[in-house]
Structure formats: structure tokens, C-alpha cells
């Protein structure tokens, strides 16, 4: 058997692999999305930022798998996944909708060596930029930057559509402090009171509201895929290196 692949800070990676998952918990995460708490002991553990493919399995056989990202997990235990529903989606809907506590999926993970953060491995800044469910794997970066013994400040932008759309609310909440801050933009509706415009995040309002390229600060862009190009597009106009800014790129326009 060969050794584990290791990182760049000399850590080993968790391994992929198939793993059969059993859900113990779900509960609203927002009006659209749903938190999924899944027991897979068999679990290696995952870093910060990294995705499973989930695959379903009909009673006749038929197969049909997504990727989503890890909120949090601990090995040989649990996976956390938050899931927003796509209205006419295949699999989103019935992730939301239709899972019980003991049902049954497939995962094949963890997946992703680009996308993900690792405590240590650099002490430039991280500003993390979300459009709606694209928060869920910069929450995880953000979750796993408060426990670690990381300096690096921490900045997320987060564009949504409404405050009631605003994912990992509390613990986003819990986290804010000297070495995190949160940055909304609401696009449809916004608490009342709220200084700002409301409507879709604009080049000047990402120039305002994320670390300026002076400070060099790794970048990571998640979102639908049209929010992620325009903003990756926006950000390397305002001098961030192409190689700063990782994305991830969850479908849609
Ligand atoms: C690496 C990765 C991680 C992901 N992590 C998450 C996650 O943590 N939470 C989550 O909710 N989703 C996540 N996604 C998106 C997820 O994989 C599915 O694409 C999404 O749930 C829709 O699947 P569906 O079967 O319901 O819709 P489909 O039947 O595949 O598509 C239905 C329609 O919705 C559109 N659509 C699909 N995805 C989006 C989108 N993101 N925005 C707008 N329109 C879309 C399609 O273009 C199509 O028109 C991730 C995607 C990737 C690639």
C-alpha cells in the first residue's frame, strides 16, 4: 500500500473513497436549504473548504450524485452538508425536502486540493467572497480559522438575497471578533435600518468591502458560476494575481 499524499505543509490528506452515510439529524438551515448531519464512520476526516459527491440510489436502480461541500467533519463520525434547493433541481429538492433520520446515501470523498484552507500554511490574509449557498465551504474556512492556531485575519464577503437567506447565521455571528469580520450585501431585501443599497453586488462594493490587493491576500471566490467568473474577473481588475484567487464554481448562470 502506498503512503497517504501528503500537503504542502507536510500533513497528510484524507484519502477519497466511497462511504456509506446514515442521516442522524436534518434541520432548516433557511427557507430554502437544509443542514443534513450524516453519520459515516468510516470517515477519514476533511480539511477546511473541501466537497463529496453524494450519490442517491432510486429503488429501481436509477443513480443520480451531486457535489457538496463539507461544513464540518470529524473523523469516523460525522459530515455535516447544508444544501440549498435549486426549485427545479433534481437532487436538491429531495436533499431538503425528503431525507429522514436513518436514511441512507452514498458519499465519495473527501475531494478537492485546491479549494481548501490549512491552518499554518501561509500568514497573508484570506478574504473569502460567498454568493448565497457558496458560503457553506468559506464557512468552514472561517469555523476551522477560529479554532486553529492561525493569525492569518480572516475577512468574509457575503452576497445574499435576503436576511432570512443568510446561512450559518449565529455561528457567523459568533465568530465575528478581531480576527474575523463579516461583510454583508443584501440583494433583494435587507434588515431594516441597513445603511446600504440593496441589490446585486457591484465592482465598487467589492473594491470597499474586501482586503485590497496591497495586502496580498489569498483569495477564495464560491458561488454559482456566474457570480464566481464576475467576481474573480472584478478582483484581478483591482490587482489581485490571477494565483491568489481559488473558486469554486457551483452551477447555475
Ligand atoms: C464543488 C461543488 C460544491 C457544491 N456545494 C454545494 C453546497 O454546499 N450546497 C448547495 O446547496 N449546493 C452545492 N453545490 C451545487 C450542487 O452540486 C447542485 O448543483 C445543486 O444542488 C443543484 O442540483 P439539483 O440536482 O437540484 O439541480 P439540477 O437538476 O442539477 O439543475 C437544475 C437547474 O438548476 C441550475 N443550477 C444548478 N446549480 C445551481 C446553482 N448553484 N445556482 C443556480 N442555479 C443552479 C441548473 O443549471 C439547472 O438549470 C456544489 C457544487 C459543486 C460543483
Redesign the pocket.
Known amino acids: 500500500m502506498s503512503a497517504p499524499p501528503l500537503t504542502s505543509v507536510g500533513r497528510s490528506r484524507p484519502r477519497p473513497a466511497w462511504h456509506v452515510a446514515t442521516v442522524v439529524e436534518t434541520r432548516r438551515e433557511t427557507p430554502t ?1 437544509a443542514r443534513l448531519t450524516l453519520e459515516v464512520p468510516t470517515w477519514p476526516g476533511s480539511e477546511a473548504g473541501s ?1 463529496v459527491d453524494v450519490r442517491l440510489t432510486a429503488p429501481d436502480g436509477y443513480q ?1 450524485s ?6 464540518s467533519s470529524t473523523p469516523e463520525a460525522q459530515v455535516v ?15 431538503v425536502h425528503e431525507m429522514r433520520p436513518g436514511d441512507q446515501l452514498e458519499l465519495h470523498g473527501p ?2 486540493a485546491f ?1 481548501v484552507w490549512r491552518p499554518g500554511e501561509s500568514d497573508r490574509p484570506v478574504q473569502l467572497v460567498a454568493g ?3 458560503v ?2 468559506l464557512y468552514a474556512m472561517a469555523a476551522a480559522h477560529g479554532t486553529a492556531d492561525d493569525d492569518a485575519p480572516f475577512r468574509l464577503l457575503y452576497s445574499v438575497r435576503t436576511p432570512a437567506d443568510v446561512f450559518f447565521a449565529d455561528e457567523l455571528a459568533a465568530l465575528t471578533g478581531p480576527a474575523f469580520s463579516l461583510d454583508l450585501v443584501y440583494t433583494r431585501e435587507a434588515p431594516d435600518g441597513w445603511p446600504d443599497a440593496v441589490g446585486r453586488l457591484t465592482r465598487e462594493t467589492l473594491a470597499a468591502r474586501t482586503l485590497p490587493a496591497a495586502r496580498q491576500p489569498r483569495v477564495y471566490v ?4 456566474g457570480f464566481v467568473e464576475t467576481v474573480a474577473r472584478w478582483l484581478q481588475e483591482l490587482g489581485h494575481p490571477a494565483t491568489a484567487i481559488h473558486t ?6
Open positions: 436549504a466537497h443520480a451531486r457535489s457538496y461541500s463539507i461544513v452538508l447544508a444544501v440549498d434547493e435549486q426549485p427545479d433541481g433534481e437532487v436538491s429538492p429531495f436533499l475531494l478537492g479549494f448565497g449557498s457558496g457553506v465551504p464560491c458561488g454559482s458560476t469554486e464554481r457551483f452551477g447555475g448562470l
